[in-house]
């Protein structure tokens, strides 16, 4: 399906514009970082209907001085065009999904003048389903940890800003009552201790022992106190960022904070 874009051109911010996050029914965001981003880690989150929520984590290569630029560009292409493909009431949540891919990877692209890699996780939550739509281009892999464990959502497609002409796929997954979605960041993955990687392995575990009534910033947090735990000292080495979708369990309905 082809959407046509109307943009209004205006002059760029001389950094991202800090993300709000949205309140959301039965459910909550948070997204969480450790000091001071140093490296290509950015979030932001958008609500483009009254029943859907966008959330993405960036992870552009290189120092924050080289690739600020590509964060206000990327961020200026989410937050004009995905309000525009949701706009319509027949709109095809993986359809646009895969058009925002693409234009954040055009984006990548232009504000380089060539290649920079780009990993890349968004998704679209849908309060009245429960579900996401989302792609991973080429970001770590989503955690989901429902009733029956934690599961991995993998890359569906490249990085962005590699190849012009790429393409992604956008599945859906349900979030269930109770359940919690988790994104890291490489600089997660990469805190080391002796030679040895924080890896995704202990991120599950982390994810598994929090409680199922935390909120999704308690999640975010307990991740990045697991990393400075393990390296023994505050997690410098790169951008270390955790973003967390909580649905509310169906036994309180109350909604997290």
Not at 122 to 140: D, I, M, S
Not at 172 to 199: H, M, N, Q, W, Y
Not at 242 to 254: I, K, T
Request: glycine letters at 8%; hydrophobic letters at 40%; charged letters at 20%.
């Amino acid at each position: 399906m082809a959407f046509l874009l109307q943009r209004k051109w205006s002059a760029p911010p001389a950094q991202p514009v800090q993300a709000q996050v949205p309140e959301l029914r039965d459910a909550n965001l948070a997204a969480v970082y450790y000091g001071q981003r140093q490296s290509g880690d950015f979030y932001d989150f958008i609500r483009v209907r009254p029943d859907r929520v966008l959330f993405g984590l960036l992870d552009v290569a290189g120092a924050m001085a080289d690739n600020r630029a590509i964060l206000i560009a990327a961020q200026q292409t989410f937050r004009t065009v995905s309000p525009q493909l949701f706009a319509k009431d027949d709109v095809n949540d993986a359809d646009a999904m895969v058009e925002i891919c693409l234009e954040l990877n055009r984006t990548v692209l232009k504000a380089e003048g060539g290649v920079r890699s780009c990993p890349a996780f968004a998704g679209c939550y849908n309060e009245n389903l429960g579900t996401v739509c989302y792609f991973n281009a080429g970001h770590t892999p989503g955690l989901v940890r429902d009733k029956t464990g934690v599961s991995e959502l993998p890359a569906t497609g490249l990085p962005l800003g590699l190849f012009s002409h790429a393409v992604w796929d956008t599945p859906t997954v349900a979030i269930e009552p109770g359940a919690a979605l988790l994104l890291v960041s490489r600089g997660v993955l990469e805190g080391k201790c002796d030679g040895e990687e924080f890896g995704m392995d202990r991120v599950k575990q982390d994810l598994l022992q929090e409680p199922v009534s935390q909120s999704a910033r308690g999640i975010c947090q307990g991740v990045l106190k697991g990393v400075r735990e393990f390296m023994c000292k505050p997690p410098t080495h790169d951008d270390v960022t955790a973003l967390s979708l909580v649905r509310s369990s169906l036994d309180n309905g109350s909604k997290s904070t």
